[in-house]
């Protein structure tokens, strides 16, 4: 963590990402409730004041306390979807890079296979069939189509970690494999697989973001960035404040984690392999 506050970009993505985060927990302490309709007759689409900050939208409701609610919602689908991908892909990467032959050859081609298809079209096709869709099958739908790519990135650096003298010696001494898996491969891939699972992170924002826009996502009355700009559409020229806060607030959370994945991955090109 020092290392990457030491890094000019891996700081201010670590301070934008903590705002959201702040944002996001301390939110229902201070806010009001982002389903609450306190004036629907003459509340309606007021500008940002000091009594709502961001602005109210076409229900009354405060765009800030729906923007803090959304982004509860929007992060926790994507660490736990992340969390699933990241888990499966360095599962499938570690097995089919250390075992090799026949298990690597079977393993890749049914990557391979799976990256040729659209993610999002398989997001469309597994989402499309449900009228309403729940907030787990959501997070378990997108975390189970995004692991190919770290499988493979995974697998390329067991690969290479699998032609070091430290791995050779351990097997020539009869080291166990699990002990070789995680004594020796799995610390010395925790840095590119960190890398790539905060930009997953971004990744999966933008995805469920689209989602949600598309109605294909989380379900009102529960707040989500993406289901925010939906709902701004008919207002974006009236009230504009309603639409600008949750796309800034998906840009300014992409834009972190894709800045603390950059650094992640200058800190891991650093520092040396794990003997």
Known sequence: MS??????????????????????????????????????????????SLAHLLGTDHDSRDVLSRLASGGRVSLSIATGAVALSITLGALVGLVAGYA????????????????????????????GVMQRVPLGVLIVTIGATGWFGTSRL??????????????????????????????????????????????????????EAGLSFLGLGVQPPTPSWG?????????????????IAPGVAILLTVLSVNLIGEALERIAGREGLVA
């Open 100 to 127: 090799g032959g026949r298990t690597d050859a079977i393993l890749m081609r049914l990557v391979d296979a799976a990256l040729a298809i659209p993610r999002l079209f398989l997001l469309l096709l597994i989402v």
């Open 154 to 207: 995974v697998r390329a650096e067991v690969l290479r970690l699998c032609t070091m003298d430290f791995v050779r010696g351990a097997e020539a001494l009869g080291a166990p494999r699990r002990r070789i898996v995680f004594r020796h491969l799995l610390p010395n891939v925790a840095g590119p697989l960190a890398a790539a699972t905060t930009l997953a992170v971004g990744d999966v924002v933008l995805l």
């Open 3 to 48: 290392a990457l506050w030491r890094d000019p970009a891996g700081r201010l993505g670590v301070i934008l990402f903590g705002v959201l985060l702040a944002l996001a927990a301390l939110a229902p302490l201070v806010l009001p409730d982002p389903r609450a309709q306190p004036d629907i007759t003459h509340g309606t689409l007021l500008a940002p």
């Open 227 to 243: 289901g925010m700009i939906f709902d701004a559409k008919p207002y974006i020229v009236t009230a504009p404040w309603i639409s």
